[in-house]
């Protein structure tokens, strides 16, 4: 059994974008640009937004959070949007979430232009992604798909179960399995049999959001297991799969903490690296 080291994996990837980003001022004079907005003073996403701002500048990254207060009205957060999409210095723009319950979301996600879409959430880029087209694909499944790739596990032809249905997470999880060429199963909360659906399955991604949903009676001999989840349980991070139980059965497993997680800040410089690239051509 293979544990797959998200850590060691992402601080590879930040070095390689580092190195990129580099070459592309130098051949360039442009610097990677990334805005991020944050409305209102939820103590989590201060700290998610405080550690995407401090992984740009390590990568050399032009970055600045925009901070509207808790009580902004729906006209100041668009215009903010709008003003960053016009701004040929930002070439990604991320809106944190959630925001406050008073506005519309969609609607303000709607107004980062699509070569600006560095969490690759909008319609556009999600249907790129169900064509193959080139497009942004959200970093969670994008990190996903690094981490088996630099593991060394075999994706075509094999089989594959997707364990939740998010059009974040779940969906273009799912569609990125597809495009590289495997047969591809999503399970969600109204699959039946969903055990032995997954009990199939070569490689075994679980993004559900339940502690320890995933026992070992559902993984197969020598499957590649990923765990997506999130959860936090007496003050300690654990993911979707009851690790313990299930590893010793696998050929590879990713832990929580240390195996997704870090992969997605990662992704989100590679995903603003690459819209940067593309304004170019
Ligand atoms: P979500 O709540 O939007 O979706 C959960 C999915 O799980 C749904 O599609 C639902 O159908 C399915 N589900 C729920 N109960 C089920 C059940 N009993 N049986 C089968 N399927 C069931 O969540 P999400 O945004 O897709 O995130 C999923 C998990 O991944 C969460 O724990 C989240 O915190 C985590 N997450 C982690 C990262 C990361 O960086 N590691 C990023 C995003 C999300």
Redesign the pocket.
């Known amino acids: 059994m293979k544990r797959i080291d998200g850590k060691e994996i992402a601080a590879q990837i930040r070095a390689e974008v580092k190195e990129d980003a580099e070459k592309f001022f130098a051949e360039n004079g442009i610097k990677v640009g990334l805005a991020v907005v944050l409305v209102g003073d939820d103590p989590a996403s201060a700290v998610y937004v405080r550690n995407k701002i401090k992984a740009c500048e390590e990568v050399g990254f032009l970055s600045s959070a925009y901070r509207l207060p808790a009580d902004a009205t729906q006209d100041e957060v668009e215009s903010l949007v709008v003003q960053l999409a016009e701004d040929e210095r930002i070439h990604g723009i991320l809106v944190q979430l959630p925001l406050p319950g008073h506005l519309d979301a969609e609607r303000i996600l709607a107004l980062i232009p699509t070569e600006k879409d560095v969490d690759g959430f909008s319609a556009e880029n999600l249907g790129r992604l169900a064509c193959g087209k080139e497009g942004t694909v959200a ?2 499944p994008l ?1 996903v798909m690094e981490l088996l790739a630099r593991s060394g596990a075999e994706i075509a032809g094999k089989r594959a179960v997707v ?4 059009n ?3 969906k273009p999880m799912a569609m990125l399995l597809l495009n590289a060429n495997a047969t591809v199963t999503v ?5 039946k049999d ?1 055990a032995s659906i997954c009990a199939q399955a070569d490689i075994l991604v679980a ?4 502690a320890k ?1 995933v026992t070992a009676d559902m993984v197969k001999e020598g499957a590649a297991v990923i765990d ?4 936090r349980v007496d003050g300690k991070l654990v993911g ?1 799969v009851d690790y313990d139980a299930v590893a010793p059965k696998t050929s590879m497993i990713t832990p929580v903490p240390g ?3 870090p ?2 800040i990662a992704m989100l410089l590679k995903n603003t690296l690459s819209c940067a690239q593309r304004s170019l051509r």
């Open positions: 970093c969670t990190g364990i939740g249905r998010s974040i997470v779940g399970c969600h909360s109204k699959t969903l993004a559900i959001g339940r949903f997506v989840g999130i959860n979707d195996g997704v997680g992969m997605t």
